[in-house]
């Protein structure tokens, strides 16, 4: 069909609110649309600052990318627009904010929370994969939380580039070994990555912390992790069969939305 007249959006279409947050590459504010208030989300990106990292080639490529997903566990990117200074991002509010934080707040998660966000995460890369879209560079950072729907979003570099997370080795510890051994990667490095959040939600620490990146690689190309004494069997079976070296070998998304650990989770109240 022909392509929708998208209107060029400006930022006096909207009423700027409050300030959700910021960091390296750019401030979040709360906003409302004025001629609808429609409720959205505009983060602020300095051109200059985009150029002078080289982003512009990655943030197109998400915007290309995010514009044309459409599920209830991805973050919706509306659109986007510019001007002379800066570049706009039109995002979904999600009024529980990112889960990184979630998570630090209560330290770790009980087994069925943890169970129900990680089904729906795995419900969002099952239609991810589906688009042929794969490594969206998974963690706590990367989710966010709306009404107690878990919602992926690809951050890119911005705000959430270990600008919250203490580790030294911030986003690497969701790294499979195929990646820490720079080899071929395909989509199943979400499969790893879904075990080692589900390692984390659970746990409260990633399962291949260490205090220095080549322990770090280690540890990570040698599975080598235990698991805490007060995780159930089924969640020690789940990440097991997730946590893999060989991508061959690690459960698909279908078989993990129907382990027992998910399965004796969710609540048939949805
Ligand atoms: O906790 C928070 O983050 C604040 N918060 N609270 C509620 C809430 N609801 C929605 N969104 C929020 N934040 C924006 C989330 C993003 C989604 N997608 C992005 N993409 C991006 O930044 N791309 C990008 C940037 C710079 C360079 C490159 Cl290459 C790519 S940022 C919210």
């Given amino acids: 069909e022909g392509t929708k007249n998208k209107r060029q959006w400006t930022i006096d279409d909207f009423e700027i609110g409050k300030h959700l947050g910021s960091g390296k590459f750019g401030k979040v504010y709360l906003a409302r649309e004025k001629q609808t208030h429609f409720v959205v989300v505009l983060k602020f990106m300095k051109k200059k600052q985009l150029t002078e990292c080289r982003l512009e080639k990655q943030l197109r490529r998400e915007i290309d990318i995010q514009s044309h997903l459409k599920h209830p566990n991805i973050l919706r990117l509306y659109g986007y627009f510019w001007d002379d200074l800066r570049i706009y991002l039109i995002l979904e509010y999600a009024p529980e904010g990112d889960v990184f934080s979630e998570l630090r707040r209560c330290y770790r998660f009980n087994e ?14 099952i239609y991810l994969h589906s688009q042929g879209v794969i490594h969206r560079d998974l963690k706590p950072e990367n989710l966010l939380n709306s009404c107690g ?3 992926i979003a690809d951050f890119g570099w911005s705000i959430h580039s270990n600008s919250k997370r203490k ?3 911030g986003t690497l510890e969701y790294l499979p070994p195929e990646m820490v051994r720079n080899e071929e990667y395909d989509f199943r490095v979400d499969y790893w990555a879904i075990g080692v959040l589900t390692y984390e939600f659970l746990a409260g620490d990633t399962p291949f912390e260490s205090l220095s990146k080549p322990e770090l690689y280690k540890r990570i190309d040698a599975t080598d992790f235990q698991f805490p004494i007060f995780f159930s069997n089924e969640a020690q079976d789940f990440i097991r069969r997730l946590l893999k070296r060989s991508p061959s070998e690690r459960m698909t998304l279908e078989m993990a939305l129907r382990h027992p650990w998910i399965l004796r989770n969710i609540c048939d109240d949805g």
């Fill in 112 to 125: 069925s929370k943890a169970a129900n966000y990680i089904s729906q995460v795995i419900q969002g890369f």
């Fill in 167 to 169: 580790t030294l080795c």
């Fill in 149 to 151: 729907s878990i919602k």
